[in-house]
């Protein structure tokens, strides 16, 4: 079985989303950063290709049982209380 990585950074309220980077100018051209956004407003982003930023739930789902996951932590955030 194959194995991914997938960094992972708590947002302004506390969800999970798999995002490299904190900053996401580069990626959307806005200035903003996942630390201080609610999933809320990062919903209003788009990345790639008219990609929306996921949440760790959802990342998860997408890859059960396809793959195995290994969770780079990001931020110095302990997020395992959060799952």
Known sequence: MEMIEVAVRPCADGTLVL???DDLQ???G???R???SALAELRTVTVGKG???PTL???LALLRGR???NLDQKR???ALPLL
């Open 67 to 69: 793959v195995l996951v």
């Open 51 to 53: 990609e929306r930023i």
């Open 19 to 21: 995002s490299h980077d």
């Open 34 to 36: 996942v630390s201080t």
């Open 76 to 78: 110095g955030v302990m």
């Open 30 to 32: 806005r200035k903003m």
């Open 26 to 28: 580069r990626l959307t």
């Open 57 to 59: 739930e959802e990342g």
